[in-house]
């Protein structure tokens, strides 16, 4: 895993173990130079057991599970109409007399943004392949004048079947001409990123291939405002299951909420276990202008 310029957190490849009849690939780590990285806020590793060692990012997880370490993003904090739109929301939600929202619920608002895709990029060649991938897609996004693209923000939903019991809301995008746009350009990206092998199809997450227009397409561009993890993590005593909230009020009185526009500037490979430490939004390992003016 890369945690920085020049800083690599997996010092020393050990041999696979077994626990609990699970098989594991594992590496040593060298915290001393995650103490004195300049760049990140340190965070805790997931222990294996007490051997000592850590996962690799790219372990062979139970249940064939894909651990993400990186993803494709919109950074949303750098709009001052949409943190001003997120704001006045989160405001509002606090208020409501019928049905309050937990504060712990909502995300840090330096943190919102929209996803394009998920990365499993297990250490420092597939970050630097996928890096590359992106500037590529980057010069294609720009040879087909997909930029400028102003996209509109409007509307809240949540994702399963029962909003008295929903685990996440979100703000979401206008589906128009210029959202049209972003889905070439989200095609272009998660395209460059299979052809340099970083990701796979099988890898994929909320992106479903259209055959009979040859495109990948995001299932749903979201912004998310309430999580139930958040909440959990935040109690460090509750499960996700134990977090859950009721959305009907929400859904009522703010279904056409407008958070507002924005001219797409940039787009990031991130890497979604670190902060930077300047900005606290998830540490920039690649970025890309999208603005043709900025170019």
């Not at 001393?32 to 850590?54: M, Y």
């Not at 890096?131 to 996209?151: F, G, H, N, Q, T």
């Not at 990206?189 to 299979?194: N, V």
Request: proline share 4%; glycine share 4%.
């Amino acid at each position: 895993m890369v945690l920085g310029d020049n800083i690599t957190c997996m010092e020393s490849k050990v041999d696979e173990v077994k626990i609990k009849g699970k098989e594991y690939r594992t590496y040593k780590v060298d915290y001393s130079r995650l103490e004195k990285s300049q760049d990140h806020k340190s965070t805790a590793f997931p222990k294996v057991e007490n051997i000592g060692n850590e996962l690799e990012c790219k372990a062979i997880l139970p249940g064939g599970a894909i651990n993400y370490t990186h993803f494709i993003s919109i950074p949303l904090t750098i709009y001052e109409s949409i943190r001003d739109g997120f704001s006045s929301f989160t405001e509002a939600v606090l208020l409501e007399d019928e049905r309050p929202i937990d504060p712990l619920l909502i995300i840090p608002e330096i943190h919102i943004h929209i996803t394009i895709t998920m990365l499993p990029l297990p250490n420092k060649e597939d970050v630097q392949a996928a890096s590359k991938a992106l500037i590529r897609a980057w010069d294609k996004i720009i040879e087909k004048k997909l930029s400028p693209v102003k996209l509109h923000m409007k509307g809240i939903g949540t994702f399963g079947k029962r909003i008295d019991k929903s685990h996440l809301l979100y703000g979401k995008l206008v589906e128009d001409s210029e959202y049209e746009k972003l889905e070439k350009i989200s095609d272009i990206i998660i395209k460059e990123m299979i052809s340099a092998k970083v990701l796979t199809e099988k890898q994929l997450s909320h992106i479903k291939y259209i055959p009979d227009k040859g495109i990948y397409k995001v299932n749903m561009y979201h912004m998310t405002i309430l999580n139930a993890k958040f909440k959990a993590k935040a109690t460090k005593k509750l499960k996700e299951k134990d977090c859950l909230f009721d959305a009907t009020v929400l859904l009522q009185y703010y279904t056409d909420y407008d958070f507002g526009s924005f001219t797409l500037e940039r787009i990031e490979l991130s890497n979604i276990t670190h902060e930077a430490k300047q900005t606290g939004y998830y540490f920039c390992e690649q970025v890309v202008p999208v603005d043709a003016k900025k170019s």
